[in-house]
């Protein structure tokens, strides 16, 4: 009888996996084509005719090696993904917002800062609330094996997505006049990026330094220690 | 002979029902699906296994390795909650579809 193992193990050497589950594919296919060979065999084909069948079942090997690789680290990214940034990001995201939402229901006002004609606002204890949240972002993300580039993106994710909306709302906005026909002609681009800009100031610039600072100590503290990676993810 | 192209669409809910039933290990699942369709649908090792880890990643089957009687050891997929939650509207949609193609060809025939 063929060493199975032996053979799917040269005709699927290249398989683009961690060597555990490399060694895990080979077994599986071997076993599955030792199966096929002894059930013909069973049938009454000679041995050479039964290895002959039982290797026609893949007419391309390297095809089935590219289409396995896919299959296995496709979900394996995703996961990653999921753990390392979006989970992260996205509970920065909501605790800062839910947290901002409560300080406006329970009263707390803004300080302002009149930039010229244009007012900034700045609401002092959610910016203080900020570096906690950005920890926790890049603390749950290294947890989950995330480099420091994903890290910092999970605490800063509530700025980016903010930032997102801003650049997304003047196109938009643009867009709707132009449809509805309903310019205004006073309001010119560069007093509307002015705003932009300075609304973003408050909005982005310092929440985002916030997050960071947050993101950024977290980092530090671990960079001196060694936190239990997720070995399925990491 | 059913065609390849209806074969892929239907490949997944082959696999989902015929786990519904028991966990089975590669070979024997496609052997299953050979027998329990009269040979209509038949999976090659290059066909199954990529669809299988595809469909272990969706979380809609586990594999395992177990241990058998003789002493061989071979990976053995169940289906999942997230499996079964699949399966049923799977089914709908394929018998929905079979009905209207019987419908279609019976009126063609009239």
């Known amino acids: 009888m063929p060493d199975w193992q032996e053979f799917v193990r040269r005709r699927l050497s290249g398989l683009a996996l961690e060597a555990g589950e490399k060694d895990e594919v080979h077994e599986e296919l071997a076993a599955h084509l030792e199966e096929s060979y002894e059930a013909l065999q069973k049938e009454g084909l000679p041995e050479k005719d039964a290895t002959h069948r039982t290797l026609a079942q893949v007419a391309n090997w390297r095809d089935l090696q590219r289409k396995i690789s896919i299959a296995r680290r496709r979900g394996h990214l995703m996961q990653k993904r999921m753990h390392q940034l979006w989970i992260p990001g996205f509970l920065t995201l909501t605790l800062s917002m839910v947290f901002l939402m409560l300080l406006q229901k329970f009263g707390s006002r803004p300080r302002i800062v009149w930039s010229g004609s244009i007012p900034i606002l700045f609401y002092v204890p959610w910016l203080l609330s900020l570096p906690f949240f950005g920890a926790l972002g890049a603390y749950l993300s290294t947890r989950a094996g995330g480099s420091r580039g994903a890290a910092l993106f999970s605490s800063a994710f509530p700025v980016l997505a903010l930032t997102s909306a801003f650049l997304l709302m003047f196109p938009i906005g643009m867009i709707i006049e132009w449809v509805t026909g309903n310019r205004v002609d006073y309001v010119h681009f560069s007093f509307v990026a002015t705003a932009l800009l300075k609304e973003g100031i408050g909005w982005l610039v310092v929440p985002g330094a916030a997050l960071l600072a947050g993101g950024l100590l977290v980092q530090l503290f671990f960079s001196h220690q060694s936190l239990p990676q997720n070995p399925v993810i990491g | ?110």
């Open chain 2, 1 to 110: 002979m059913i065609g390849s192209g209806i074969k892929r669409g239907t490949a997944e809910l082959a696999v989902l029902s015929v786990l519904q039933d028991a966990p089975l290990h590669g070979y024997e699942l496609a052997r299953r699906i050979e027998q329990q369709t009269n040979g209509a649908l038949r999976f090659t090792l290059a066909a199954l296994y990529p669809m299988l880890y595809r469909m272990e990643q969706q979380r809609w089957i586990r594999g395992t390795w177990e241990t058998s009687a003789n002493g061989r050891r071979r990976r053995c997929y169940r289906l999942t909650p997230a499996g079964k939650k699949k399966l049923s509207p799977l089914q709908r949609e394929w018998a929905e579809l079979f009905r209207a193609l019987q419908r279609l060809t019976k009126v063609a025939h009239a």
